[in-house]
Nanobody, 115 residues
């Protein structure tokens, strides 16, 4: 069973930056399309960004131009660089396969954007 461990969240002021990481315990990480998802209180989980096994990326309109998804297959790690953060980015962020989460969800990492 693949385990996903997200980290890097925290409290940041509007306009600030964070870099999220997700370590994947599986050995076949490189063949999977991966994504970052988020869930705000009272809302459904939504896709933030996705990256294919070949490196093609897709972003939600709400974050386009402000976030960058990347991956290091040798380290089996997925990253999300988030800049110009807004209060509406506040949520728990998760990683999983893209476009649907096929594995058990990790604990996520909390991102709070507030002054």
């Amino acid at each position: 069973q693949v385990q996903l461990v997200e980290s890097g969240g925290g409290l940041v002021q509007p306009g600030g930056s964070l870099r999220l990481s997700c370590v994947n315990s599986g050995t076949m990480f490189r063949i999977y399309n991966m994504g970052w998802y988020r869930q705000a209180p009272g809302k459904q989980r939504e896709l933030v960004a996705g990256i294919t096994s070949g490196g093609d990326t897709v972003y939600a309109d709400s974050v386009k131009g402000r976030v960058t998804i990347s991956r290091d297959n040798d380290k089996t790690t997925l990253y999300l660089q988030m800049n110009s953060l807004k209060p509406e980015d506040t949520a728990v962020y998760y990683c999983n396969t893209y476009p649907r989460g096929l594995w058990s969800w990790g604990q996520g990492t909390q991102v709070t954007v507030s002054s």
